[in-house]
């Protein structure tokens, strides 16, 4: 293990600097916001607009590092990054703060991109695994670190978005500095929308659900924890309690998950969610250890859903399909976060902070409804399912180049998935990094095609439906 660590160091720790950048600024700009008595609907849609860039971006990217190559790509991208961080300190209109954010999505997915891809390339398959959950271990510990270090910045100055720019600009070093052979490139995992939602309707419901209350709870749950009067330092403990939580009891879920019925685990998570928001709909208050409490518990079940759903699917996908697969939840998941925290933040504004756990409750509530073991007909079941449950981050911390390293994965076998080294349209090249000289060309390997099943004859599981402005305006 720590050979396998110490292997793979520049990458793990540019990843760590990343998320620490990251996590440190989602925090800041729901307190800043608030502080500044701008409303919980412009605070959603700045974390909207983010993911949607991370969602959409990953195909901008992909064209970036075919022209450029990976070390070029990753330093632009970190310097875009970076740019669009240090201008918030100059730039007052929130319009243009919503370019900006969609932006920095669309940049930092390209150097998730950047970095997956040379863990992929250089990573044998009987490590995959152990690279797989240190990768997801560096980007939940970044998160968390990240959030922390807003106790260091008692005032909520500009002095917390010099320290993210330093850090989106620190995380260029190990990667500008490796000596690691370029990865090949890759073709975007195909996303063939009917076969899999015929296939696996119950887990994207899943996906979209857990990516609407995880949107929301990096969004807008600052902005709860303040108004009930907490300070930024409390706020920053209750929100990295939150996710510690989260990445720490992956392992025990899902040592349950391969030995009960997961169905009946991802209702019964749903279950205790929805109950365990009620008393936090405003009836009470609670004191601030109560409070921790809560989002330890929160953090638990939020942080599951994504796995356990993610692992569904795959027990009911064939191997071969897998990359594909992944890619599909990926964007469903991050069509949730995108919703999540505008819906939530448009009825906190209308009503009261308290109703983003009414929406947490409502979100739950509806996968308790529709997710039921009477729904699943195992027709489908892959030839190695149950599959081994995978503890993963927050599906948002990464692009969808992940799904690679996954274990359940056989890169070999599928056929979702071709590494490519260039494209001979016109003058389209990639460049080797560290060099000036161009890489080989080859021509591109055409993705086969999905045959989507009869969804009469072929689906698993029932099809079931999910369900210059200034400071302080909302959006109409």
């Not at 390209?110 to 690279?131: C, D, I, P």
């Not at 892959?382 to 081994?388: G, I, K, N, R």
Request: aromatic letters at 10%.
């Amino acid at each position: 293990m720590i050979t396998t660590i110490a292997s793979f160091f520049s990458l793990y720790l540019a990843t760590l600097l990343l998320l620490v950048g990251s996590g440190l600024f989602n925090t800041y700009l729901g307190l800043r916001l608030t502080a500044v008595s701008v409303s919980e609907l412009w605070v959603g849609s700045l974390i909207a607009i983010y993911y949607l860039g991370l969602v959409f971006g990953a195909r901008i990217g992909h064209k970036v590092i075919i022209q450029v190559g990976h070390i070029r790509a990753y330093s632009a991208t970190a310097a875009i990054v970076t740019v669009t961080v240090l201008a918030l300190a100059l730039i007052d209109n929130l319009w243009v703060w919503l370019g900006f954010r969609f932006l920095a999505g669309v940049a930092m997915v390209t150097q998730f991109m950047v970095l997956e891809s040379w863990l992929n390339e250089q990573t044998e398959n009987h490590q995959r695994g152990r690279v797989f959950a240190f990768y997801m271990v560096c980007s939940s510990l970044g998160t968390v670190l990240g959030q922390l270090a807003l106790m260091i910045f008692p005032r909520l100055d500009y002095e917390p978005l010099v320290f993210v720019a330093i850090c989106s600009a620190l995380c260029m070093i190990p990667v500008a500095l490796t000596r690691r052979l370029h990865p090949a490139l890759q073709v975007p995992a195909p996303i063939h929308i009917k076969y899999y939602v015929a296939r696996v309707p119950l887990s994207l419901t899943v996906l979209f659900v857990a990516g609407a209350i995880v949107g929301a709870f990096y969004g807008l749950a600052p902005v709860y924890a303040v108004k009930q009067g907490l300070s930024s330092s409390e706020v920053a403990i209750f929100l990295a309690a939150a996710v510690a939580s989260g990445l720490v009891f992956q392992w025990p879920v899902g040592w349950l998950a391969d030995r009960i019925d997961r169905i009946g685990m991802i209702r019964l998570n749903a279950l205790i969610l929805c109950v365990l928001s009620v008393p936090l709909w405003g009836w009470w208050v609670f004191p601030y250890w109560a409070l921790l409490a809560f989002s330890c518990a929160f953090g638990i079940l939020q942080f599951t859903l994504y796995p356990l759903g993610a692992a569904f699917a795959n027990d009911n996908v064939e191997p071969e399909r897998r990359v594909g697969l992944s890619a599909i939840l990926y964007m469903v998941y991050g069509l949730g976060a995108c919703v999540g925290p505008l819906v939530a933040g448009l009825l906190m504004r209308e009503l009261n902070p308290s109703v983003y756990f009414i929406f947490v409750s409502a979100c739950a509530a509806i996968l308790v409804i529709f997710i039921r073991p009477q729904k699943v007909t195992g027709v489908n079941l892959s030839e190695d399912a149950p599959t081994h449950f995978v503890p993963m981050a927050d599906s948002l911390q990464s692009s969808n180049v992940v799904a690679t390293l996954d274990p359940r994965v056989d890169m070999e076998s599928d056929v979702s998935y071709e590494p490519v080294e260039g494209f001979r349209d016109g003058a389209q090249t990639a460049e080797p990094m560290g060099s000036g000289g161009p890489e080989p060309v080859v021509p591109v390997t055409p993705i086969e095609p999905v045959q989507t099943p009869n969804p009469g004859q072929a689906a698993q599981q029932d099809a079931s439906p999910a369900t210059g402005t200034p400071k302080g305006s909302s959006p109409s």
